[in-house]
């Protein structure tokens, strides 16, 4: 299964830490912010890291080249910041099969292989890890409303106003190329971006099966200085 990470934004939130350098550079725990993604999918089971750059790209690609841990990296480019579906789409004539998409500003404790077990298990034709935030958190993240029986996704909203759930998206997504073709369909958000929220939306709303994972482990989504110890004090209890 390959391993999709996004990684081309500049990480405004992080400055003067992304000034000259992409957020994914950000040093967390003595390694870079993307080693830390990295690792996480390569102990998930995945077989090839395809990296999405875009913001100051060549500190990446040459800190980490080829491969990470044996596993070959593919750089693709995303040559204008249009959101994360864009970034996610670029990735398609790279991937032939099931994939699981990990934002590259995310920490977690622990791996995903329980998720893309899960996944596999319930023959579903995407899956989105979630987990519960606070209500003023929902407003600023992807919010999922679920069927109470079974799991099942029904809707899909980006950074709602008036949230329909505080069950939110954690930046890890397990999908199959369908979802390109719904990506493609796509036209800008209010924000002005294409959104991977609204193509797993256009999925379900032509009746794919989408399975709602409950997160099983911590996570930090780095966005601002402060997440930096979040995030190291994760990493420190994950090695106790």
């Known amino acids: 299964m390959h391993g999709v990470v996004p990684a081309a934004g500049e990480g405004t939130r992080l400055r003067p830490l992304t000034d000259a350098q992409p957020k994914g550079m950000v040093t967390v725990a003595g390694e870079p912010l993307l080693a830390h993604v990295f ?41 204008e910041p249009h959101g994360l579906g864009d970034a996610v789409l670029q990735a398609a004539p790279h991937v032939d099969g099931p994939f699981v998409v990990c934002n590259g500003d995310n920490v977690f404790e622990g791996d995903l292989a329980w998720a893309l077990e899960e996944y596999e298990q319930a023959d579903a034709d995407a899956a989105i890890v979630v987990e519960s ?69 256009v999925l379900i709303r032509a009746g794919a099966d ?5 997160s099983k482990h911590r996570r930090v989504n780095l966005n601002e200085p402060s997440d930096i110890d979040r995030a190291e004090a994760i990493l420190e209890t994950e090695q106790e």
């Open 39 to 79: 690792a996480t999918l390569c102990e998930s089971g995945v077989d090839e890291l395809i990296v999405v750059v875009g913001y100051r790209k060549a500190k990446i690609i040459e800190h980490f080249g080829d491969t990470y841990r044996g596993l070959p990296i593919t750089y693709v480019h995303q040559r």
């Open 133 to 201: 935030v606070t209500r003023e958190t929902a407003t600023d993240t992807g919010v999922v409303t679920v069927d109470a029986d079974d799991n099942r996704v029904i809707d899909i909203i980006e950074k709602p106003a008036d949230p329909p759930s505080t069950l939110a998206t954690t930046g890890c997504y397990i999908a199959t190329p369908e979802l390109f073709d719904a990506l493609r369909l796509l036209r800008p958000s209010a924000r002005g971006e294409y959104e991977l929220a609204d193509g797993i939306g």
């Open 210 to 214: 989408v399975l709602a994972l409950r």
